[in-house]
Nanobody, 123 residues
Framework: QVQLVESGGGLVQAGGSLRLSCAAS????????MGWFRQAPGKEREFVAA??????????YYADSVKGRFTISRDDAKNTVYLQMNSLKPEDTAVYYC??????????????WGQGTQVTVSS
């Protein structure tokens, strides 16, 4: 079982930045592909970004809508994954969920989820 605790959400103006953090309880954290998903009001949860095992190079994946603006990274010594969000837009407003054991593909999914953190971008 993995417990994931997100932090760093909040209210920011368009064009601003936020950094989300996700602390994982699992000791084998470095073996898990980690990621972020988001869900806006009235919409389905969607994939945002993912990062693979550190020992395989920590390859990153991004949704087209955030590519070039968001950066995912991980610190295995701290069991933590980050999402740096720059040039934020009102359409980035959503609850952001940290996820563990992410499968990236046509239908991204994950086995474990955090409780979510709200990100609101004002215009």
């Amino acid at each position: 079982q993995v417990q994931l605790v997100e932090s760093g959400g909040g209210l920011v103006q368009a064009g601003g930045s936020l950094r989300l953090s996700c602390a994982a309880s699992r000791r084998s954290f470095s073996d898990d592909p980690m990621g972020w998903f988001r869900q806006a009001p009235g919409k389905e949860r969607e994939f945002v970004a993912a990062i693979t095992f550190t020992w395989s190079g920590g390859k990153t994946y991004y949704a087209d809508s955030v590519k070039g603006r968001f950066t995912i990274s991980r610190d295995d010594a701290k069991n933590t994954v980050y999402l740096q969000m720059n040039s934020l837009k009102p359409e980035d407003t959503a609850v952001y969920y940290c996820a563990a054991r992410v499968v990236v593909g046509p239908n991204p999914r994950a086995d474990y989820w955090g409780q979510g953190t709200q990100v609101t971008v004002s215009s």
